[in-house]
Structures are given as structure tokens and as C-alpha cells.
């Protein structure tokens, strides 16, 4: 490659010194372009193709990706995981299914995997969950106490305001 840019170079040296202008360097790139497309169109002669050969080098890749290939044949579910449940299609019919005993250990996997990590876990696993670890209240609230909580009041002009909103409400949905 750098001997090819280094002909290209001195070529192109050699045609600068005898013309000064830009224009005249256009056409000398383009007239080197055409003449190395040329040779090289004639240098290029396809041969005709080779089945046997071909076949080959086919064979020889498929046993190198059946080498580094590795075939997983044991399947399991991850009980770590919730699963879809798939139903039946609704005008099949009533099948009776037989009960089937499951493995116990499986079921517990299962049913582990549905629980929430405050009861999975004695500590918080990640950053988040750590915010909301402790979901109780530290401190017993009394919904009777009336200085912290505040219900919703209605006085009568609050009354009035609300039925005159409705009535302008069911207008413009009329009209």
C-alpha cells in the first residue's frame, strides 16, 4: 500500500511540475483514475466457479462453527422468575385437568419468587430498595386527632359553587 501511494505521489509530482493550474490537476487525477481502472478491469479475469471448491470451504466453516457452537438440550424454568400465564381458548371447551403433584420444593420456589423483597430478604439488596425498606409509620397516627389532619369541609358557598359548576357542565354538553 505505501508503495502504491508512493508511485501515486511521484506521479502526480512529475505532472505538477509541467502544468501550474488547478483546473489542469482535476484532469490529471481523473485521466490517473481512468488509467488504473482500466489495468486493473484488464488485469481481473474471472475464472469460472469451482462447486468443488466452493463446497469446501462451505463444509470447513460449518465445522468450525459446530466446534465453537455449544447445544443447551437440558431446558429448566426459572423459578426466580414470574411467569405468563398462558389460558385456554375460551370456546374449547371444558376439559377436566388431572391434578398433578408438584415438587414441593419447586412450589416454594415459586411462591418465594412472588413475595416482596421485605419479606424474600432480612437487608435491603440494592440502593432503592433501601429508601423504602421500613414501610411502617415510626409514629402511630390518630385519624380523630383534628390538628394534623384535615378532612375536606363544605360550606355553603362551596355548596352552591359546586351544583352552579355541574349545571354549567351539563349545558355545554347538551348545546
Same mark, same amino acid.
Given at each position: 500500500?505505501?508503495? =502504491?501511494?508512493? !508511485?501515486? #505521489?511521484?506521479?502526480?509530482?512529475?505532472?505538477?511540475?509541467? /502544468?501550474? !493550474?488547478?483546473?489542469?490537476?482535476?484532469?490529471?487525477? $481523473?485521466? =490517473?483514475? %481512468?488509467?488504473?481502472?482500466?489495468?486493473?478491469?484488464?488485469?481481473?479475469?474471472?475464472?469460472?466457479?469451482?462447486?468443488? &471448491? %466452493?463446497?469446501? +470451504?462451505?463444509?470447513?466453516?460449518?465445522?468450525?462453527?459446530?466446534? $465453537?457452537?455449544? #447445544?443447551? /438440550?437440558?431446558?429448566? +424454568? &426459572?423459578?426466580?422468575?414470574?411467569?405468563?400465564?398462558?389460558?385456554?381458548? *375460551?370456546?374449547?371447551?371444558?376439559?377436566?385437568?388431572?391434578?398433578?403433584?408438584?415438587?414441593?420444593? =419447586?412450589?416454594?420456589? +415459586?411462591?418465594?419468587?412472588?413475595?416482596?423483597?421485605?419479606?424474600?430478604?432480612?437487608?435491603?439488596?440494592?440502593? $432503592?430498595?433501601?429508601?423504602?425498606?421500613? $414501610? !411502617? *409509620?415510626?409514629?402511630?397516627?390518630? @385519624?380523630?386527632?383534628? @390538628?394534623?389532619?384535615?378532612? !375536606? %369541609? &363544605?360550606?355553603?358557598? /362551596?355548596?352552591?359553587?359546586?351544583?352552579?359548576?355541574?349545571?354549567?357542565?351539563?349545558?355545554? &354538553?347538551?348545546?
Amino acid at each position: 500500500m505505501i508503495h =502504491f501511494v508512493c !508511485r501515486v #505521489v511521484g506521479w502526480f509530482a512529475i505532472k505538477l511540475h509541467t /502544468t501550474y !493550474r488547478l483546473s489542469s490537476f482535476f484532469c490529471i487525477v $481523473s485521466e =490517473f483514475i %481512468q488509467t488504473r481502472m482500466s489495468s486493473a478491469k484488464q488485469s481481473k479475469e474471472k475464472d469460472p466457479a469451482d462447486i468443488v &471448491n %466452493q463446497n469446501a +470451504i462451505h463444509i470447513e466453516t460449518i465445522k468450525k462453527e459446530n466446534r $465453537s457452537q455449544k #447445544v443447551y /438440550t437440558l431446558f429448566s +424454568i &426459572n423459578p426466580y422468575k414470574r411467569l405468563h400465564i398462558l389460558t385456554d381458548k *375460551p370456546m374449547a371447551g371444558n376439559k377436566t385437568h388431572d391434578k398433578v403433584q408438584e415438587d414441593p420444593a =419447586f412450589l416454594r420456589a +415459586i411462591h418465594r419468587a412472588c413475595l416482596e423483597p421485605t419479606k424474600k430478604y432480612t437487608h435491603p439488596q440494592t440502593e $432503592s430498595q433501601e429508601i423504602g425498606w421500613i $414501610s !411502617r *409509620p415510626l409514629i402511630v397516627s390518630d @385519624r380523630s386527632d383534628r @390538628r394534623l389532619n384535615w378532612s !375536606r %369541609q &363544605n360550606s355553603e358557598i /362551596t355548596k352552591y359553587m359546586d351544583a352552579a359548576w355541574r349545571l354549567k357542565e351539563q349545558t355545554q &354538553n347538551l348545546g
